[in-house]
């Protein structure tokens, strides 16, 4: 998802177990749908081959479901959009 930014494409894709996550924002948790979801953001990459990007963690969790997803869109009024 390099390239989104400079061609305005927007990414969203789910977060795999073998990415280097780093949470460099605030988890915003919510009840929703009977579970629970979180919102931060993350630099994912570890740096060795290309910059880590700053995407946007989604995270919901329920009794037997979690799903992690990342994406590049972020809501207007947050302070890294």
Known sequence: MAFTGRLRLFGLTRATKNLTLERIGRANGKNFDGG????????????????????????????????????????PEHPLA
């Open 36 to 75: 629970v979801r979180e919102d931060s953001f993350v630099d994912v990459g570890s740096g060795d081959r290309a910059t880590p990007q700053t995407l946007s963690l989604i995270r919901y969790r329920r009794v037997v479901v979690s799903i992690r997803l990342l994406t590049n869109v972020v809501e």
